[in-house]
């Protein structure tokens, strides 16, 4: 799996959107780019994932840049809710591997 | 939505004792893992399990056992717990096909103190 790196904490005044970019400059064509979050104390959340074109669902939205080296998570609204380290993985879709989180970004929303 | 339940959030055994952690899985998955995390070291994979009494080794099984005996239970066993199993272990699980990408869901945690 492709090697990635993420700032180690950001801020985000809640109701205002926060972007957490990640860079993945070895990442291969059949590999896809994923985000998890972990809320202090319980198990990682999938958030999203995209292979290069942009991706939203009802929690977030994936920009992937054109040449797929880097990304960023949007959180169009953040809460308080949001505060959690968010982790940025790039792998190959459709095997049942493990899963392998570096160090993340952890992301604080205030008031 | 897929819900994936460990039976419980803490734990407290003392050096030697046998301790099981139980994950159940509600949405017939065919893949289930055992993690544990630790501050500094990140997600690091024990055992996996892709069907029933089927199980492969991951990373780090020195010390520890599993068991699927059904499809929606995966045991994870530490024969003679101790102080280094300190730990918080994490259970999750995921699907195979065309639509189903890869997400593995993840429960609650179980946070393991060895004495």
């Known amino acids: 799996d492709a090697k990635t790196t993420q700032p180690t904490s950001m801020d985000c005044a809640e109701g205002r959107a926060a972007n957490l970019p990640c860079n993945h400059s070895t990442i291969s064509g059949n590999e896809y780019v994923y985000w998890y979050r972990q809320i202090h104390s319980q198990g990682p959340q999938y958030i999203i994932h995209g292979l290069k074109n942009n991706e939203t669902n009802e929690m977030a939205s994936l920009i992937i840049t054109e040449d797929r080296k880097s990304s960023t998570l949007i959180l169009p609204h953040a809460t308080l809710r949001d505060t959690a380290v968010y982790y940025c993985i790039v792998r190959v879709a459709l095997t049942a591997s493990k899963l392998t989180f570096g160090t993340g970004t952890r992301l604080q929303v205030t008031l | 939505d897929v819900k994936v339940t460990q039976s419980s959030r803490y734990l407290v055994k003392r050096t030697g004792e046998k301790v099981f952690l139980e994950c159940v899985q509600d949405?017939?998955?065919?893949?289930m893992f055992w993690y544990r995390q630790d501050p500094g070291l990140g997600l690091r994979l024990i055992y996996f399990?892709?069907?029933?009494?089927?199980?492969e080794k991951g990373d780090i099984p020195e010390g520890y056992s599993v068991s699927r005996e059904k499809k929606e239970r995966f045991s994870l066993i530490l024969e003679s717990a101790s102080t280094n199993q300190t730990s918080m272990y994490l259970c999750?699980?995921?699907?195979?096909?065309?639509?189903?990408?890869?997400?593995?869901?993840f429960g609650p945690g179980t946070r393991l103190t060895v004495l």
């Open positions: 949405m017939d998955h065919e893949n």
């Open positions: 399990s892709y069907d029933v009494k089927m199980k």
């Open positions: 999750a699980s995921t699907n195979l096909g065309l639509v189903a990408y890869n997400e593995q869901f």
